[in-house]
Nanobody, 122 residues
């Protein structure tokens, strides 16, 4: 299993930006497709963005397309989510996780970490 720790969340005004980071513990991190998901209280966890093992392919939920960018650094064993033009509806706990190699399916493999809270004020 890959142990993942998310960071970078916080409080930001609408229209602002945040950069989330996820650090992995396993040396084989570079062989995994990764993704970011988010969840708000009372709602199901939803997919945000996924990236293949090399970083050469990415996939985004329609709700964040054009505003969020997922990237990875296999040397540093991190996966990042740059979030621009944030909206109040982006408020959620954000999680990174190993996903299925078919990244368009946005299927989480697990395990879930603790996540990082993002709050966007209007």
């Amino acid at each position: 299993q890959v142990h993942l720790v998310e960071s970078g969340g916080g409080l930001v005004q609408a229209g602002g930006s945040l950069r989330l980071s996820c650090a992995a513990s396993k040396d084989t991190f570079s062989s995994y497709a990764m993704g970011w998901f988010r969840q708000t209280p009372g709602k199901e966890r939803e997919s945000v963005a996924t990236i293949n093992w090399s970083g050469g392919s990415t996939y985004y939920a329609d709700s964040v397309k054009g505003r969020f960018t997922i990237s990875r650094d296999n040397v540093k064993k991190t996966v990042n989510l740059q979030m621009n033009s944030l909206k109040p509806e982006d408020t959620a706990v954000y999680y990174c996780i190993v996903v299925d190699d078919l990244i368009a399916s946005m299927t989480p493999i697990g395990p879930w970490g603790l996540g990082t809270q993002v709050t966007v004020s209007s």
